[in-house]
């Protein structure tokens, strides 16, 4: 059964500090990966998205992530967090053959210190 | 595009009422999702729906939920009677059925708290 987890429940950065939010998940073949933010009061909102190709991924608002096939990991990284990035993180897997439906993470509390 | 909007954004209930959540989503989208999650738990699948038809609803846990999805258009999901343990967030999201593996759009989420 696919699964992942985000060991890191609450992270707290001070603006301008690089960040790296951890990923590790089991799946069986190659998977689909996500991260998606939810801001407060907000919905979930796609950052970025593996699926075949280049490791290292470009998403938006500055992010990226490097899928790591040995180390089963997705982790998202930053360079330089700013004090909007202060959200929820979520890592999620993804399955399009047979039952298509997103695994998710427990979720990374991320607080920026200003 | 119109993003998929959800309604009610909040609802308090009392334990043994009835709740019905409301998800539109992007038109033209023929998947639709609903999620749920828990306090402090993971987001949870809990069905999907090819337009009108119920593709997998292999997370609904327990006969006390029904979603419909009427026409393949909006889709609601009933609680029917509500209990403590169902309060939570519940996400809805849609696909377009040849860009499913480039992720879903999510709405804002239905808080639901049963007192």
């Known amino acids: 059964a696919q699964s992942v987890t985000q060991p890191d429940i609450h992270i707290t950065v001070s603006e301008g500090a690089s960040l790296e939010l951890r990923c590790n998940y089991s799946y069986g073949a190659t998977p689909y990966l996500f991260w998606y933010v939810q801001s407060p009061g907000q919905g979930l909102q796609l950052l970025l998205k593996?699926?075949?190709?280049?490791?290292l991924v470009q998403g938006i608002k500055g992010f990226e992530a490097e899928f790591k096939r040995s180390q089963s990991s997705f982790n998202l990284r930053k360079p330089s967090v700013h004090w909007s990035d202060a959200a929820e993180y979520f890592c999620?897997?993804?399955?399009?053959?047979?039952?298509?439906?997103?695994?998710f993470g427990q979720g990374t509390r991320l607080t920026i210190n200003p | 595009e119109a993003g998929v909007t959800q309604f009610p954004s909040h609802s308090v209930i009392e334990k043994g009422q009835t709740v019905t959540l409301r998800c539109d989503p992007i038109s033209g989208h023929d998947n639709l999702y609903w999620y749920r999650r828990v306090m402090g738990k993971e987001i949870k699948f809990l069905l999907h729906?090819?337009?009108?038809?119920?593709?997998?609803e292999s997370g609904m846990p327990n006969n006390r939920f029904l979603a419909e999805r009427t026409g393949g258009t909006y889709s609601t999901l009933k609680v029917q009677p509500a209990e403590l343990e169902d309060s939570g967030v519940y996400f809805c999201?849609?696909?377009?059925?040849?860009?499913?593996?480039?992720?879903?759009?999510f709405g804002s989420g239905t808080r639901l708290t049963v007192v």
């Open positions: 593996y699926f075949s190709g280049d490791t």
């Open positions: 999620a897997v993804g399955s399009f053959v047979g039952a298509q439906k997103l695994v």
């Open positions: 729906f090819v337009k009108e038809s119920k593709q997998d």
């Open positions: 999201a849609s696909s377009q059925e040849l860009r499913r593996r480039y992720g879903y759009t």
